[in-house]
Antibody, heavy 114, light 112 residues
Framework: EIQLQESGPGLVKPSQSLSLTCSVT?????????WSWIRKFPGNKMEWMGY???????DYNPSLKIRISITRDTSKNQFFLHLNSVTTEDTATYYC???????WGQGTLVTVSS | DVVLTQTPPTLSATIGQSVSISCRSS???????????LHWFLQRPGQSPQLLIY???RLESGVPNRFSGSGSGTDFTLKISGVEAEDLGVYYC?????????FGGGTKVELK
């Protein structure tokens, strides 16, 4: 069974960086699926942030392009989200998911506040 | 970016009632590859999202067949034929035909 689990700090100060880890079990991230980060804002709005392909290439939402980076550690079967210069508008629940959306993590709430 | 407009934003249903949710796109979702990358998923309270329908009408494995999807071009519909208590939550359409992927605003299905 494929499972995804997000981890990282729940509180980040404005102007700092947000870093999250997605650990994947039951499937090797270099196999067929690509892997996305998606966030849900308070009030239900959802935003696709970007993905890393099974070969390691990336694509990002243009709205985040200058602030976002998605990387991976294939030895640990993990991929990562890094978001620079956060503001209170980045407060959201962050999900990692297979890009086909068949598999999702439980989500982790990140609050940006001083 | 493609804008997906879901209606209604809230839907009150009784158990056993059949309901439909509309998702309208600001541009055609027919991809040059010939597929239409329009999908539906449900987020139950306190749970992670669950994929229900992919490529407009294909039922994800394990999803009850009371869920069905239809549509083409810019107009799409999710139908629940006989709502059950476990169907309550927020439904989203999402498109992957045009970068970046975008989501509808969600439809909250609640008990009447």
């Amino acid at each position: 069974e494929i499972q995804l689990q997000e981890s990282g700090p729940g509180l980040v100060k404005p102007s700092q960086s947000l870093s999250l880890t997605c650990s994947v079990t039951g499937y090797t991230i270099t196999s067929g699926y690509d892997w996305s980060w998606i966030r849900k804002f308070p009030g239900n709005k959802m935003e696709w942030m970007g993905y890393i392909s099974n070969s390691g290439s990336t694509d990002y939402n243009p709205s985040l392009k200058i602030r976002i980076s998605i990387t991976r550690d294939t030895s640990k079967n993990q991929f990562f989200l890094h978001l620079n210069s956060v503001t209170t508008e980045d407060t959201a629940t962050y999900y990692c998911a297979s890009t086909a959306l068949a598999y999702w993590g439980q989500g982790t709430l990140v609050t940006v506040s001083s | 970016d493609v804008v997906l407009t879901q209606t209604p934003p809230t839907l009150s249903a009784t158990i056993g009632q059949s309901v439909s949710i509309s998702c309208r796109s600001s541009q055609s979702l027919l991809h040059s590859h010939g597929n239409t990358y329009l999908h539906w998923f449900l987020q139950r309270p306190g749970q992670s999202p669950q994929l229900l329908i992919y490529l407009v009408s294909r039922l994800e494995s394990g999803v009850p067949n009371r869920f069905s999807g239809s549509g083409s071009g810019t107009d799409f519909t999710l139908k629940i034929s006989g709502v059950e208590a476990e169907d309550l939550g927020v439904y989203y359409c999402v498109q992957g035909s045009h970068a970046p992927w975008t989501f509808g605003g969600g439809t909250k299905v609640e008990l009447k």
